[in-house]
């Protein structure tokens, strides 16, 4: 009996540290390996699973099922905390992208699974290496295995209001995002109003043409190039932050 309660509590581990693999910044893209993402939630699990105490109650079919659902679930919202914090920057960059016009050159990005154009797609692998890079990886896998001590395996009871905490995050990033990219947004707005007034002038010009499309991309370009590291920088503060939600995920999980 001793020994099914350690199996069932290195189970519910196991399914707590997946959930997290799955949906966390680098480990959770299309390019990493399946094999990958297990043997790094085994090996993890190997770690601490001892190091926790063997579930006394018996380890019925309807506890398994509920605990692995319950594990598996708060563990996407410990990962999927950070992963969220991707969006400010990816849409900082499509902005970008498509208001300097390479909304045709969109493609799709295995670092977050959608479609974006190529300002998107460079600005969120500057943001996964920045990522790895700080070592925030790390922090991430340490908060995840400290999470053990503050909600023991099975004890997550208030998954619901846990998730609330991703609203409160999501407003933020799409303020976040917005202000990344204003100031893009003021040229292409002063860029269409200057050729604008010149096409009134002289209509024959065809400025928008022969100059707005020119200006647009070559000054869109040049912003990008000079935001960017305050960009990056900007997403590194919100990685944090992110990262400090999973300490309020874990409180609300149990009610606190």
Do not use: K
């Not at 540290?17 to 190997?46: D, E, H, K, N, Q």
């Not at 990816?90 to 699974?113: K, T």
């Not at 997550?156 to 933020?172: R, Y």
């Not at 007034?197 to 100059?211: D, G, K, Q």
């Amino acid at each position: 009996m001793p020994i099914l309660g350690w199996l069932v509590t290195g189970a519910l581990v196991a399914g707590r540290i997946s959930g997290a693999f799955l949906v966390m910044p680098g480990f959770g893209s299309v390019g990493v390996p399946p094999l990958v993402r297990i043997l790094g939630a085994l090996c993890l699990t190997a770690i601490i699973a001892p190091l926790l105490p063997p579930i006394t109650a018996p380890p019925t079919l309807t506890l398994l099922i509920w605990g692995m659902t319950t594990e598996v679930f708060l563990g996407v919202l410990l990962g999927g905390t950070v992963r969220l914090a991707f969006g400010a920057i990816a849409l900082a960059g499509e902005l970008f992208s498509v208001q300097i016009g390479h909304g045709a050159a969109i493609q799709y990005d295995p670092s977050l699974q959608i479609s974006q154009g190529p300002l998107g797609i460079l600005s969120t692998l500057l943001a996964t290496a920045c990522f790895f890079g700080a070592d925030l990886h790390l922090v991430m896998v340490r908060n995840i295995a400290r999470s053990f001590q503050v909600v023991a395996v099975g004890g997550a009871t208030n998954l619901t209001s846990a998730s609330t905490v991703w609203l409160d995050i999501s407003a933020n990033i799409i303020a976040i995002g917005m202000q990344l990219s204003a100031p893009l947004l003021v040229m292409v707005f002063l860029l269409n109003f200057f050729t604008g007034v010149v096409t009134r002038i002289a209509p024959a010009m065809n400025a928008f043409f022969s100059l707005g499309m020119v200006l647009t991309v070559t000054g869109g370009m040049v912003v990008f190039t000079l935001a960017l590291p305050h960009m990056l920088g900007a997403h590194l503060i919100l990685m944090e932050e992110a990262i400090s939600a999973m300490s309020e995920i874990l409180s609300r999980a149990i009610g606190g």
